[in-house]
């Protein structure tokens, strides 16, 4: 038996089957959790379709959450499947392409500052809002993080500050909807992985044989390693645990090989 049998998660973020949002989906799954997931355009639509089919889902939705509104319409249509649910997991992060290459400071303005924080960090606290009470009392809120949030990652720029600002978003979360409602909000901080999102990134496939040889284990780490460990931090076996960066990255983060 799974050990998630009984409980529904909202799944924002699936570009393909090859994103972190799909892992951790396809893991709940398997452990028995309902499944819906969202896609943000038409063209992305497809590929979330058949990703939701492999969960044995229908339930597949539109979700801007660079608006209110658009969220709050996400609500509106999944509240046509369920009554309430009891997770959310947030996977989405964007940032001008133009500000992920090159020198920090050169590359950053003050619009693609307050995009990628709006998008990366902004909008888990909104889609939070926005579930109100759809969202059951001792209910579980996951993100998705990097590395780059406490150090500075090349070419990572701006999206590094964003999911720093996003990590401090967690700690808050959990103290708000800790105390009357018993509701666990976490992240999982995943090891470089390529992804169409990682797409973006001038170099990554540089940062990935580097993550893997500057690792403990001696390689990078897979979209299903990650899926299950946000499936445990969802779920009932995790009931103590809230307010926390989980990192799932082949122990790249805490060691030090030494010099050459």
Same mark, same amino acid.
């Given at each position: 038996?799974?050990?998630?049998?009984?409980?529904?998660?909202?799944?924002?973020?699936?570009?393909?089957?090859?994103?972190?949002?799909?892992?951790?989906?396809?893991?709940?799954?398997?452990?028995?959790?309902?499944?819906?997931?969202? #896609?943000?355009?038409?063209?992305?639509?497809?590929?979330?379709?058949?990703?939701?089919?492999?969960?044995?889902?229908?339930?597949v939705i539109a979700c801007d959450?660079?608006?209110?509104?658009?969220?709050?319409?996400?609500?509106?249509?999944?509240?046509?499947?369920?009554?309430?649910?009891?997770?959310?997991?947030?996977?989405?992060?964007?940032?001008?392409?133009?500000?992920?290459?090159?020198?920090?400071?050169?590359?950053?303005?003050?619009?693609?500052?307050?995009?990628?924080?709006?998008?990366?960090? #902004?909008?888990?606290?909104?889609?939070?809002?926005?579930?109100?009470?759809?969202?059951?009392?001792?209910?579980?809120?996951?993100?998705?993080?990097?590395?780059?949030?406490?150090?500075?990652?090349?070419? #990572?720029?701006?999206?590094?500050?964003?999911?720093?600002?996003?990590?401090?978003?967690?700690?808050?979360?959990?103290?708000?909807?800790?105390?009357?409602?018993?509701?666990?909000?976490?992240?999982?901080?995943?090891?470089?992985?390529?992804?169409?999102?990682?797409?973006?990134?001038?170099?990554?496939?540089?940062?990935?044989?580097?993550?893997?040889?500057?690792?403990?284990?001696?390689?990078?780490?897979?979209?299903?390693?990650?899926?299950?460990?946000?499936?445990?931090?969802?779920?009932?076996?995790?009931?103590?645990?809230?307010?926390?960066?989980?990192?799932?990255?082949?122990?790249?983060?805490?060691?030090?090989?030494?010099?050459?």
């Amino acid at each position: 038996m799974g050990f998630m049998i009984g409980k529904k998660a909202l799944i924002v973020g699936v570009a393909s089957n090859r994103s972190i949002a799909w892992g951790i989906a396809e893991a709940m799954a398997k452990q028995g959790c309902e499944i819906a997931l969202t #896609y943000q355009t038409e063209k992305l639509k497809k590929r979330v379709d058949k990703c939701a089919a492999v969960c044995n889902s229908s339930i597949v939705i539109a979700c801007d959450v660079a608006t209110d509104e658009g969220i709050e319409q996400t609500f509106t249509e999944l509240k046509k499947h369920w009554d309430n649910f009891d997770i959310i997991v947030h996977s989405v992060a964007f940032a001008p392409r133009e500000a992920l290459d090159g020198n920090y400071i050169d590359a950053t303005t003050r619009q693609n500052f307050a995009t990628a924080h709006d998008i990366s960090s #902004y909008s888990f606290t909104a889609l939070a809002k926005a579930a109100g009470t759809m969202l059951n009392d001792n209910g579980a809120l996951l993100t998705v993080s990097y590395l780059g949030a406490i150090r500075a990652i090349p070419n #990572y720029n701006i999206m590094g500050v964003a999911k720093a600002s996003l990590e401090a978003n967690v700690r808050y979360m959990a103290a708000a909807l800790g105390p009357d409602r018993g509701i666990r909000v976490n992240a999982v901080s995943a090891g470089p992985i390529k992804t169409l999102a990682a797409s973006g990134i001038k170099d990554f496939n540089k940062l990935l044989d580097y993550a893997a040889d500057s690792s403990a284990l001696k390689r990078t780490v897979t979209t299903e390693e990650v899926g299950n460990a946000a499936a445990f931090l969802c779920s009932d076996l995790a009931s103590g645990i809230t307010g926390e960066i989980t990192y799932i990255d082949s122990g790249y983060s805490f060691y030090d090989k030494g010099p050459e």
